[in-house]
């Protein structure tokens, strides 16, 4: 299905973009372990890693999602029938659902977009009308506008409302995920 390729492609995408942060956190804290060494202190590298590891964190939870490899205890889920279980995971995707459309519109309000268009992009006119300062917030040391490392919210967001809605077909369809047994005498 359609549905279900899109979901693994942009899970694909997810997990590289996150990998990818992942490096640039670990090159970032290095960096900065080096020039602090050498009492050549660069501050904007702290903050640069901060947003780079939140940004990586919210696109692999997204991918976890798609992949159905969240944190789970499922002891309860492993002692009902495959109906219970189905039940269980119709819950689960149900619920994940319910928060990506609520993060949805949480992110609509929060960088108002229609009104930004209806003020031709003019920030402090954008200001005066919502009294919303997303767009003016800069960050503390890199001196870049805050929202550019928020857009990370509606790109998780979408991602978690396609994985929430391509896992809910593969749930209704009788698809439920077999429990991850792992070996613990290695």
Known sequence: MILHRLSDGWARIEMFAAAVLAAAVSGLILYNVATRAMRRAVFWVDEAAIYAMVAMAFLAASASIARRQAVAITLIVDMVSVRGQRLFWLFVDLVTLGCAVLLLWACWIWFDPLTLIAVDFDLRAFRRETF????????????????????????????????AVSNLVKTLSGDIPTPVVEDSKS
Do not use: C, D, R
């Open 132 to 163: 919303n300062f997303i767009y003016a917030e800069p960050t503390s040391t890199l001196g870049m506008p805050k929202f550019w490392f928020w857009l990370v919210m509606p790109v998780f967001t979408l991602g978690l409302t396609l994985h």
